[in-house]
């Protein structure tokens, strides 16, 4: 079955679903951020398949999320390690990690805890407005057209009329 792509929507959330494409990817970035480096390492973690694993690998890489280095020559074998690009990531999976933690954890609490080691504390992700600091919210937040949004598109009734309120 063919995939229709979204890396060209005028949307940075459907780009960014174009990217990860599949459950895996954030499962295989999860684990790079708990410090999984080596193929083998990533398979045993997630029992997945090989294939699978070196297709996620090499998409990471190619675009700029992890990056590839050599530690042996005989045979040639790599770790993967996580660009800035890749680090960056890991706002996204704290913020999926805090929603799946209050809505689908059972009884018995979240599975897994973030520490802030420079405070000290437990912790959880928070959506805050880079501005003022408060808790960004869905009925105080609208959207407007950013720069990149193409202009022609912008001139449909239907986009004005989605980001005119």
Not at 94 to 123: F, I, Q, Y
Request: hydrophobic share 35%; aromatic share 10%; net charge positive.
């Amino acid at each position: 079955m063919r995939r229709t792509s979204f890396a060209r929507w005028p949307c940075s959330i459907a780009r960014t679903m174009d990217l990860l494409g599949d459950w895996w990817t954030p499962l295989v970035l999860r684990e790079a951020f708990y410090g999984i480096k080596r193929f083998d390492e990533f398979q045993q973690e997630l029992g997945i398949a090989r294939n699978t694993l070196s297709e996620r690998l090499r998409r990471l890489v190619d675009e700029g999320l992890l990056e590839k280095r050599q530690y042996d020559s005989f045979p040639v074998r790599y770790d993967y390690v996580l660009t800035e690009k890749g680090r960056d990531f890991f706002g996204v999976l704290a913020a999926m990690s805090r929603w799946g933690d209050k809505w689908l954890a059972g009884e018995e609490g979240p599975p897994v805890t973030m520490h802030h080691d420079r405070c000290g504390h437990d912790c959880h992700a928070e959506v805050v407005c880079s501005v003022c600091g408060e808790p960004l919210k869905s009925a105080e937040t609208s959207k407007r057209l950013g720069p990149g949004y193409p202009p022609k598109l912008a001139e449909r009734p239907d986009v004005q009329r989605r980001f005119a309120r």
